[in-house]
């Protein structure tokens, strides 16, 4: 006959190993000396060590399901209360007025609309893009503003 050893995560406080062969029950367990024990013993205690340890697997995967497992501290706990997620009311509202911006800019003067684009997208300084476009700063610099009151009138 072979053994039937439920094959399941155990706690790492579950010192002991339930067996069952055929209509013989036993149970293993390693004292504080290392010395390992086997005991038989009947169907009713294994079923109870059995229940136990599903119970344990039980406990065991709702800590893994419910319980925060990164580090809190003072920073993080602080961080968190100032977060606050969006709600679903304000994330529409910021989602519909970023497409209402980028139709907009569709809407500028190509040159205007590529300005634009550079300094607040891709990050670029007005001189990085005088430079790029081989033109003045201040010429930059007036680009944008009127690009910027365009888009306002938009609004």
């Known amino acids: 006959m072979s053994k039937e050893n439920p094959k399941r995560r155990k706690s790492k406080d579950n010192p002991y190993t339930i067996v069952k062969n055929g209509d013989t029950y036993t149970i293993s367990f390693e004292d504080g000396q290392g010395m390992q024990h086997h005991f038989e013993i ?15 697997i039980s406990i065991l995967n709702e800590f893994d399901r419910h319980t925060e497992h990164s580090e809190l501290t003072d920073e993080t706990l602080n961080a968190r209360a100032w977060d606050k997620p969006a709600s679903v009311e304000e994330s529409v509202c910021v989602k519909i007025r970023n497409e209402e911006l980028h139709n907009a800019i569709t809407k500028l003067p190509e040159v205007q609309k590529r300005r634009l684009i550079l300094y607040y997208f891709a990050g670029l300084t007005y001189e990085q893009i005088a430079e790029v476009e081989n033109c003045s700063h201040p010429a930059i610099i007036k680009s944008i503003n009127v690009a910027l009151k365009n888009l306002k009138n938009f609004f």
């Open 42 to 56: 009947d169907k009713s205690l294994y079923d109870v060590f059995d229940r136990f340890e599903l119970d344990d």
